[in-house]
């Protein structure tokens, strides 16, 4: 079974950046979407951003040129650039693997904090 392994979140003034990475123990094939959704506190779980068949990305309206999400198939992780991040980016989030329009496995969650 594939476990989703993400870090690198952490606490930055606003304007800076931060890149989180998304670890995919077990592998991923170039079928599989992998992405990352956001949790904010008080807030319901909100989709950032994806990748499929290793360049085909999308992108959330709010995150759309300051993120860049990549993908390291030989060493089977996903990479979250984020940048000029705003205090609205503050939340938990999470890697997903999603399958067949299913989501299968999730990260355990990093927790990214924006101060101004």
């Known amino acids: 079974q594939v476990q989703l392994v993400d870090s690198g979140g952490g606490l930055v003034q606003a304007g800076g950046s931060l890149k989180l990475s998304c670890r995919a123990i077990?592998?991923?094939?170039?079928?599989?979407?992998l992405g990352w959704y956001r949790r904010a506190p008080g807030q319901q779980r909100e989709w950032v951003a994806d990748?499929?068949?290793?360049?085909?990305?999308n992108y959330a309206e709010a995150v759309n040129g300051r993120f860049t999400i990549s993908m390291d198939n030989a060493e089977n992780t996903v990479w979250l650039q984020m940048n000029s991040l705003k205090p609205e980016d503050t939340a938990v989030y999470y890697c997903?693997?999603?399958?067949?329009?299913?989501?299968?496995?999730w990260g355990q969650g990093t927790q990214v904090t924006v101060f101004s």
């Open positions: 990748i499929a068949s290793g360049d085909r990305t």
């Open positions: 997903f693997l999603q399958n067949g329009g299913h989501i299968e496995r």
């Open positions: 077990g592998g991923f094939s170039s079928s599989q979407t």
